[in-house]
């Protein structure tokens, strides 16, 4: 006699299935048009219809200029600058005073849509020395101006310039809906003018500054050939030819 509480082995049941899987709301393969022409639309119609207009500068890099001892590239610069439109979440910090002078801890959240982005400045990118469709996203070090919301501040002021320090298209809860890649979300700080080619100063920025001694060279020249192995027998031949600058001597 079986007992009362003998089991029975159940086999497991496929619950998935082709036709289950046609109902999944996130597959991709299927929610082209909803992606395309809702969310897209969507999103472009936020950032015009409440967007500021801002003054984009691509900042130019060239790896083949860089200098090689120093690790520096004395020849970057900025693009002309483009006009486009963004969204943007601005966290206005107090100026505080530090050892360093003065400091200003503004911050900046931004969204801009990525097809008009690529679309206005893919061909700057080429000429700033990127190379490739990809390289046509907002990069850390680029600067934008927030211009038309500060074109009548009081006392000639003009609007605040920003440099992008993250770029982010990944951000499953606020802009990848249905999975989709719509617009970039940037966070910036504010500019800490460098006096680096084509950027323009804030207009009347003159707070507690000297200005004797500072700007841009008038000639780049160097005492050195830009090359490392080439300095550092320079400055180690007392040990030999095949010296290194981490030690190792001969």
Do not use: C
């Not at 048009?33 to 691509?58: A, C, D, H, I, P």
């Not at 207009?203 to 050939?225: C, F, H, R, W």
Request: charged content about 25%; glycine content about 8%.
């Amino acid at each position: 006699m079986a007992s009362a509480w003998s089991t029975e082995t159940v086999t497991a049941v496929n619950y998935h299935s082709d036709a289950e899987d046609l109902t999944r709301f996130n597959n991709k393969s299927l929610g082209t048009n909803e992606r395309n022409q809702t969310y897209k639309r969507w999103w472009k119609e936020q950032v015009r219809l409440y967007g500021t207009s801002v003054n984009y500068y691509v900042r130019k890099f060239d790896l083949s200029k860089t200098d090689k001892v120093y690790g520096e590239n004395p020849y970057q610069g900025y693009q002309l600058p483009q006009p486009l439109t963004m969204l943007i979440d601005l966290t206005d910090g107090a100026i505080t005073y530090s050892q360093y002078g003065l400091v200003s801890d503004d911050e900046l959240a931004a969204v801009i849509d990525i097809e008009t982005y690529q679309k206005t400045l893919s061909s700057y990118y080429h000429t700033a020395g990127y190379s490739g469709t990809l390289s046509a996203m907002p990069n850390a070090g680029d600067v934008f101006q927030l211009t038309e919301y500060g074109d009548d501040r009081p006392g000639g002021k003009d609007g605040k310039i920003f440099e992008i320090t993250e770029r982010m298209d990944q951000m499953v809860g606020e802009i990848n809906q249905l999975q989709g890649h719509y617009v970039f979300k940037l966070r910036a700080r504010r500019n800490d003018h460098t006096f680096l080619p084509g950027l323009p100063a804030e207009a009347k920025s003159t707070q507690v500054t000297d200005t004797s001694g500072v700007g841009p060279l008038t000639a780049l020249e160097t005492d050195y050939i830009n090359d490392l192995d080439t300095e550092q027998a320079s400055y180690f031949s007392e040990y030999g030819t095949n010296d290194d600058v981490y030690g190792d001597y001969y």
